[in-house]
């Protein structure tokens, strides 16, 4: 019987004498490196390091405003188009481009509340305190200068707190005591929805399902509205009140609410009694919301003097940006190319942010391009190994948002360690602790 063995010829692996250096056998293949895990670790660990080296999100700031910037606006037709309004009436319509102010108005005596944009991009509408709702022409604004007489005016009978235009038809909507539906021809508001709510903080359409818009009241309710049948379809009330509410562009079932106990809440309309997400990290009430037109990540502003960027499928923020002389954040957006931010914050100025804060901008080489998407493709791989993902989380944030933090887990921790004693004690029959978190602070709901 013949046995085949495999054999090498000991004159590839044997020194002739003690000071030649050995052989190694090596391969060429990168696949098949014998360091290839190490290796590929520590350039991931260079990545993340990298981009927290260059990671400086401030661009610019706008000045104009003579007081606090409460709300702003985008151009759906123009990327470089904003309009603001602030808290002495003035309205100033921006060019992101040059960083200019396109036109200055003074339409309101008080705070300007809401500022929305029609589809078309010709016309902006802005409500305030004063109960009056102005009309003005947004079409070359640059070239042609318009007065402040020449803006249209409807007085109401209630003060407003919001707008926001009908994504098809020429009708938008304003919150208050009420929400009235308005004809951009009318004076007189078409219909009126009320379902026995106090004052109306927020309304927002439907970017998708158009005929469906959502509001939030100061009794702490959200409610749903079909402008066709002009009734209600569902409410939930909360444990506290909703600040600000913002649809999903690319999910029209799906809409994140800003509230007053520091958190976010994801819900889907056709299931509100339990949320799909809660969003923790701000130390303090969340004053507005808006999403990336990817609809994969919002940004959120508030009274801590922070701005934060959440993923939607995520709990915690993925971002924060803050500066020494920023203060309370009134209104945010998303650029519609995903590329910025903007923020509107009480010591007049509107702030401009990169989206990704470690982004580089300006013309890159295909070599650049080609190392950012294998740096990205590592981060990804290696997203879970704790070296990298302290670095990739670590933020440097102010002190008081630090304190408050900590003091926020302190009480947390003491409340939790309260009921379980309790528990324990059999002082409560039922456990708090176990309901989740995504419904116990909803309240009640109704349809």
Known sequence: MKVKVISRNPAEYTRKTKHDIQRIATNIDPNLHPLEAPREYQRAMNAVKLDRLFAKPFMGSLAGHNDGVMCMAKD?????????????????????????????????????????????????????????????????????????????????????????????????????????????????????????????????????????????????????????????????????????????????????????????YTFDMRKMRSAKNVHKDHVSAVLDIDYSPTGTAFVSGAYDKSIRIFDIKEGRSKEIYHTKRMQRIFAVKWSSDAK?????????????????????LGTQSARQRAAKKYGDALKDRFKHHPEVRRIQRHRHVPKAIYKARSNKTSMEQAAKRKVRNAVDNKSIKSNPLKDSERSKHILNEFE
């Open 76 to 264: 759906p037709t123009r990327l470089s188009t904003i309009v603001s309004g602030a808290a002495d009436g003035e309205v100033k319509v921006w060019d992101l481009h040059t960083r200019a102010c396109l036109h200055t108005a003074q339409l309101h005596h008080g705070f300007v509340h809401g500022v929305c944009v029609t589809p078309d991009g010709t016309k902006f509408i802005t409500v305030g305190q004063d109960k009056h709702i102005r009309i003005g022409k947004l079409k070359n604004v640059a070239d042609e200068q318009q007065d402040d007489e020449e803006a249209m005016t409807i007085v109401s009978k209630n003060f407003f707190t919001g707008v926001d235009h009908h994504r098809r038809q020429e009708m938008f909507a304003t919150s208050g005591g009420v929400v009235d539906l308005w004809s951009m021809h009318r004076s007189e508001p078409i219909t009126t929805f009320s379902w026995g709510a106090d004052t109306l903080t927020a309304v927002k359409f439907n970017p998708v399902e158009v005929n469906v818009l959502a509001t939030a009241a100061d009794d702490r309710n959200i409610a749903l509205y079909d402008v066709r049948a002009a009734t209600p379809i569902r409410k939930i009330v909360m444990g506290m009140k909703t600040n600000a509410i913002c649809w999903n562009p690319m999910e029209a079932f799906n809409f994140t609410c800003a509230n007053e106990d520091n958190n976010l």
């Open 340 to 360: 910025y931010l903007l923020s509107g914050s009480d010591e007049m100025n509107i702030r401009l942010w990169k989206a990704n804060a470690s982004e580089a």
